[in-house]
């Protein structure tokens, strides 16, 4: 399945066309590399560093989704990996003299 088209399904981007922007500002990571080709092919098991508006966020492709369904039905396809919260970058460092 092409990376856009996943980012849409899984309700990660508004629209098609948002997806397609997201993924040619070249700062998508699938498996560790950086991604700048709206047509790259993604599989289950893959992992994405996405930047979406709230932070950015680590998933895990569980399974790739048949249709742009319901965000209950999207979230069941993908894995969070850095449920932690929070960018240690942003909070500070507290042990600063």
Not at 33 to 41: C, G, I, L, M
Not at 54 to 70: A, K, M, N, Q, Y
Request: with cysteine; net charge positive.
């Amino acid at each position: 399945m092409r990376l856009d088209k996943l980012l849409w399904f899984l309700r990660l981007a508004k629209t098609r066309s948002a997806a397609q922007a997201l993924v040619t500002s070249g700062h998508i990571r699938l498996n560790g590399k950086r991604v700048d080709r709206t047509a790259q092919s993604v599989s289950s098991g893959d992992v994405l560093v996405l930047p979406l508006p709230r932070g950015v966020t680590v998933i895990e492709l569980i399974t790739l989704p048949d249709r742009r369904g319901p965000p209950a039905e999207a979230q069941g396809c993908y894995r969070v990996l850095d449920a932690a919260g929070g960018n240690p970058i942003a909070a500070g460092n507290n042990n600063a003299p």
